[in-house]
């Protein structure tokens, strides 16, 4: 996660400096950190891309995805046992973040857009023509698919792309399980036809 400008060291940071509520035991807070430290590892990627994929830029991501992972520690700190399922968790919280983000933005008139992928598809490599060509191409007939779907098959055919169990998809977007997998399974019929 270091390319888009975040590290694990920052959640420890901005952790430690958040205190930790209810809990003054050094031992306790390290442990804390550690554990946050350890989440922020294993799922700060697929948080930053479904945030991105959803139409939040980079810099937003990153913002969004450091809230979530130090509200994510407070709540450890208040309540020991986050959740039976911590990823889910996460995913949420960014979700939210990002959805009240997009309301914000969409009160001030500002056209949201959904595609920040292309660069960071792109890398850090010069392609050449072709490939440019054919990504492009590629680009837009996901565009196009994509665009057949409503934003609830969207969003859950994304989180169901990151590797979310229905279950856990339905505790981000708020729907029952029987709602998610009817969403993914209108998504990938539209998306084949």
Same mark, same amino acid.
């Given at each position: 996660m270091e390319q888009f400008g975040i590290h694990s060291s920052w959640v420890a940071t901005r952790a430690g400096a958040a205190g930790v509520p209810g809990r003054t035991d050094a031992r306790q807070r390290d442990l804390l950190t550690g554990e946050i430290t350890t989440q922020y590892d294993l799922l700060r990627e697929p948080v930053f891309r479904y945030?991105?994929?959803? /139409?939040?830029? &980079?810099g937003e991501a990153e913002d969004i995805l450091q809230e979530a992972f130090l509200r994510a520690?407070?709540?450890l700190a208040r309540?020991? /046992?986050?959740?039976?399922?911590?990823?889910a968790w996460i995913f949420r919280v960014a979700h939210n973040l990002a959805i009240n983000g997009m309301k914000r933005? &969409?009160?001030?008139?500002?056209?949201?857009e959904l595609s920040h992928l292309d660069?960071?598809?792109? /890398?850090?490599f010069a392609p050449s023509?072709?490939?440019?060509?054919?990504?492009?191409?590629?680009?837009?007939?996901t565009r196009? &698919?994509? &665009?057949k779907l409503t934003p609830h098959e969207q969003q859950c055919l994304q989180l169901r792309a990151e590797g979310l169990r229905y279950r856990e998809i339905a505790e981000i977007v708020?729907?029952?399980?029987?709602?998610?997998?009817e969403a993914v399974a209108r998504g990938c019929r539209k998306l084949t036809d």
């Open positions: 945030l991105v994929t959803i /139409g939040v830029g &980079a520690y407070q709540h309540r020991p /046992g986050l959740s039976h399922n911590v990823r933005k &969409a009160k001030l008139s500002y056209g949201l660069s960071l598809a792109r /890398g850090n023509a072709e490939e440019t060509l054919l990504e492009q191409e590629a680009v837009e007939q196009a &698919a994509m &665009a708020g729907t029952g399980i029987s709602a998610v997998a």
